[in-house]
């Protein structure tokens, strides 16, 4: 687990610092320095736009210039979350990390499984919602001007202001999110989160499943106590749950090498970290070097629309 922490800690540092200098980019062209560019990592907080831009892609073949690094990441999750079983989620994100850590300092209590289906409708209704809209209802002219339009340009800055400069109702959720989280483990990700379930179709295909021989199993439930989204490892055959995040600490605590194995070729827990870290740094250095990170949207007309940021909407 420890090796998973440090990777954890890797991608949330790395999202600090890309936030930091993206703060720097725009003091630098509000001041008129164009010479500058934009760090292409905070693209991967635009989730809804690089679906869009998904779609087009797919149906179209063209790539999304606006926010590249946003697209080439999303494929880029979307495959390291196929190869390790929705390990975006259990590596990658930093929600996840900051989740994970506030309920390690809290009570770690179970939510009632009936009452859990009722709020897992939330999490799988938003992502219907968006599915919805996006890959179904929305045909690809809407979606071009879309991604096109000044306000989509600009949809990094307006995240940005989500966290520099939340209203009410934001303080007010993240103050109940966290307080959930310190009662009832994994409180967000588990019930809440719409991208995780994105993930998780992804993880459906996966190879990387867990199996429980139930002969080598001593009950001793380390598994399911060891496991950051409460799923009852002890009592599965197959660890098929959509919510599983392919941490593997259940097979890092695990009583002897036969209880617990990945189908397959048994994969250790100390080293899948490094490899869900390689695979996703070797993704994103490519992606870089054959020009699918770099925006097409120039320093001065980024500036232009920064300045009449308050006034763009969708």
Known sequence: MRNRRIVQLIFFASSIY???????FLNHIQSGKFDTVKPGG???????????????????????WVHPAGLSLFIIFIVISFLFRRSFCGYVCPVGFVSEVVSL??????????????LSVVKYGLFGFFGYIILINMPVAAIEGFLQSPYN?????K???????????????????????????????????PYGVFHSIAAAFSPFVIKRNA????????????????????ESKLVLNPDCIGCHDCIAVRQNEECLRT????????????????????????????????SSVSAEEYAFWLSRLGQLSH
């Not at 300092?105 to 009722?118: D, E, F, P, Q, S």
């Not at 340009?153 to 800055?157: G, I, P, V």
């Not at 989500?162 to 019930?191: D, E, N, Q, R, S």
């Not at 397959?264 to 996703?280: E, M, N, Q």
Request: net charge positive.
């Open 18 to 24: 890309l936030g930091v200098m993206f703060v720097r």
């Open 42 to 64: 905070v693209e991967a907080f635009l989730p809804i736009s690089a679906l869009a831009a998904l779609k087009r892609f797919i149906v179209t073949g063209n790539y999304d």
């Open 105 to 118: 300092i809290g009570r770690g209590m179970k939510v009632n499984k009936y009452a859990g289906y009722l």
């Open 153 to 157: 340009k600009l949809a990094d800055a």
């Open 159 to 193: 995240m940005l202001e989500f966290f520099t400069a939340p209203g009410t109702i934001t303080i007010v959720f993240v103050i109940a999110m966290t307080a959930l989280t310190l009662v009832f483990k994994g409180f967000w990700c588990k019930y809440l989160c």
């Open 215 to 234: 002969d080598a199993c001593v009950n001793c439930m380390k598994c399911t106590n060891a496991c950051p989204m409460n799923i009852q490892v002890h």
């Open 263 to 294: 189908c397959g070729k048994d994969i250790k827990a100390k080293y899948l970290p490094f490899a869900v870290f390689g695979v996703a740094a070797a993704l994103i250095i490519a992606a870089m070097a054959f020009g699918l990170w770099r």
